[in-house]
C-alpha cells in the first residue's frame, strides 16, 4: 500500500508561484511511476505533469508545457510540481498519484487508469 500526501497549495496572484510536494510512503520511486493531475469545478480530472520511475522521463500537459516542472526527489521519496506563470485557468484540485503499471523504467503514464494510488489533494487557487 501506497500513501501520497500533497502539501504546497494556496492562494497566488496571476503571473506568481507554487509548488507542490508529494510525500510518499515506502519505496515508491524505485517502483512507481509517478504522476500529478488536476480537477477543476465542473470539469474532468486532466493530467498534468508525469514522471518516470527512474526519473530519467517526463511528460506535461499541453496547457502547462513551458510553465509547470515536475522533479522527484528519491531520497526524501518527494515528488514536485513547480508551477510557474501561473493563470486563472490552472485553478483546481491538484492531485498526485503512483502507478506499477509502467512497462520500462523510463515510461511516463499520462492516464488516469494507469495510476493505483492517489492522495487527497491540495487546492490552488490563482486570482487574476
Known amino acids: 500500500q501506497v500513501q501520497l500526501v500533497e502539501s504546497g497549495g494556496g492562494l497566488v496572484q496571476a503571473g506568481g508561484s507554487l509548488r507542490l510536494s508529494c510525500a510518499a510512503s515506502?519505496?515508491?520511486?524505485?517502483?512507481?511511476?509517478m504522476g500529478w493531475f488536476r480537477q477543476a469545478p465542473g470539469k474532468e480530472r486532466e493530467f498534468v505533469a508525469g514522471?518516470?520511475?527512474?526519473?530519467?522521463?517526463?511528460d506535461y500537459g499541453d496547457s502547462v508545457k513551458g510553465r509547470f516542472t515536475i522533479s522527484g526527489d528519491a531520497a526524501k521519496n518527494t515528488v514536485y510540481l513547480q508551477m510557474n506563470s501561473l493563470k486563472p485557468e490552472d485553478t483546481a484540485v491538484y492531485y498526485c498519484?503512483?502507478?506499477?503499471?509502467?512497462?520500462?523504467?523510463?515510461?511516463?503514464?499520462?492516464?488516469?487508469?494507469?495510476?493505483?494510488?492517489w492522495g487527497q489533494g491540495t487546492q490552488v487557487a490563482v486570482s487574476s
Open positions: 515506502g519505496r515508491t520511486f524505485s517502483r512507481y511511476a
Open positions: 498519484a503512483a502507478g506499477s503499471r509502467a512497462i520500462n523504467s523510463l515510461m511516463v503514464l499520462t492516464t488516469i487508469p494507469e495510476y493505483d494510488y
Open positions: 514522471i518516470s520511475r527512474s526519473g530519467g522521463s517526463t
